[in-house]
C-alpha cells in the first residue's frame, strides 16, 4: 500500500513563500509521476502542477506558472513544490498524488483512474 504525506502548509502573507513536500513510501517515486493538485471552499479540485517520472517534463497551470515550481529527489522519495508570489487566490488544501502511468497526461484531472493514491492535504492559507 502506498502511503503520501504534505507538509509545509500555512499562513503567509500575499507575496510571500512556501515549500510544500510530499513524502512517498510503498513505492519507488523513480517509476512513477507526481501531481499536485488544490481545491478551495465551493471550488472543485484542480490540477496545479506535475512532474513525469523522468523529471523531464513538468506542467504548470496557468494560474501558477511562472510563480510555482515542482521538484523531486528521488533517493528521498519526496518531490517538492515551491509557491513564490503568493496571492490570497493561492488559498486552499494542496494534495499531491500519485499517476500509476508514469506520465502527466491527467495532470489537469484529478478524477482520472490513474491517481489512486493521494496525502491527506496541508493547508496554504494566503492573507494580509
Known amino acids: 500500500q502506498a502511503q503520501l504525506v504534505e507538509s509545509g502548509g500555512g499562513l503567509v502573507q500575499p507575496g510571500g513563500s512556501l515549500r510544500l513536500s510530499c513524502e512517498f513510501s510503498?513505492?519507488?517515486?523513480?517509476?512513477?509521476?507526481i501531481a499536485w493538485f488544490r481545491q478551495a471552499p465551493g471550488k472543485e479540485r484542480e490540477g496545479v502542477s506535475c512532474m513525469s517520472k523522468s523529471a523531464g517534463n513538468t506542467y504548470y497551470s496557468d494560474s501558477v506558472k511562472g510563480r510555482f515550481t515542482i521538484s523531486k529527489d528521488n533517493a528521498e522519495n519526496t518531490v517538492y513544490l515551491q509557491m513564490n508570489s503568493l496571492k490570497p487566490e493561492d488559498t486552499a488544501v494542496y494534495y499531491c498524488?500519485?499517476?500509476?502511468?508514469?506520465?502527466?497526461?491527467?495532470?489537469?484531472?484529478?478524477?482520472?483512474?490513474?491517481?489512486?493514491?493521494w496525502g491527506q492535504g496541508t493547508q496554504v492559507t494566503v492573507s494580509s
Open positions: 498524488a500519485m499517476a500509476l502511468s508514469g506520465t502527466c497526461r491527467k495532470y489537469s484531472d484529478p478524477l482520472a483512474s490513474e491517481y489512486q493514491y
Open positions: 510503498g513505492f519507488t517515486l523513480e517509476y512513477y509521476a
